[in-house]
């Protein structure tokens, strides 16, 4: 198995395969024992050995290839879950009472700069409150 071995990604992709190769041995040798009532004979699992040719090692770099691609999808998913996650919790966290303290202080400089206005236009002789009861006046 380990002979396929080209890149780094497939050592992991070996030990995966080799895994599914000593899980399928065990296997057998467990069913062997539970069938005879007696330990495997080293013949019974040179037989084993020899069947694991060409074909059942494509098929456990195969499987391994897919367990592999499945756990990476998987993986992607859930952190994809967890990065939506925390950047809504990181936006809503704050940003409302943040939101707040703008909208405040924005209103105290707006009424700060109307009554300024007021105050200067009135030092100036145009009193705007008597301009807009005159206006009222000549609407009714």
Do not use: C
Not at 24 to 53: C, L, M, Y
Not at 80 to 109: C, P, Q, T
């Amino acid at each position: 198995m380990f002979s396929r071995v080209k890149e780094g990604g497939d050592l992991i992709t070996a030990y995966i395969a080799y895994g599914i190769y000593k899980e399928r041995k065990r296997e057998f040798i467990i069913d062997r024992k539970t069938a005879t009532g007696a330990p495997v004979p080293q013949s019974d699992i040179d037989v084993f050995h020899a069947t694991w040719n060409g074909g059942q090692i494509d098929l456990a770099w195969d499987k391994a290839d897919q367990m592999l691609a499945t756990f990476a999808v998987s993986y992607a998913d859930e952190e994809k879950k967890e990065a939506v996650r925390s950047a809504l919790k990181e936006a809503v966290r704050g940003k409302f009472w943040k939101d707040v303290w703008v909208s405040a202080i924005a209103n105290l400089f707006f009424a700060i700069g109307t009554i300024a206005l007021y105050l200067l236009l009135k030092f100036m002789g145009f009193d705007l409150v008597e301009k807009l009861a005159k206006l009222s006046h000549i609407l009714q």
